[in-house]
């Protein structure tokens, strides 16, 4: 797949991230989803108690 709407750097970054800071003792996967106006990449686990997505 070609994700040309997105800088690629941007996108590996993401990737990185995404597998970088998932749960590993949760066997969940790593989503990536391509939608026409943005990508959506979920890993499985959750942010520390005191972080949450608005910081």
């Not at 003792?25 to 686990?45: Q, T, W």
């Amino acid at each position: 797949m070609e994700v040309e709407d997105f800088l690629e750097k941007v996108f590996q970054e993401a990737l990185l991230n995404a597998l970088s800071h998932r749960d590993y003792l949760n066997l969940g996967a790593v989503y990536v989803k391509h939608y026409s106006d943005r990508i959506v990449i979920e890993n499985p686990g959750a942010f520390p108690e005191e972080v949450n997505e608005k910081i």
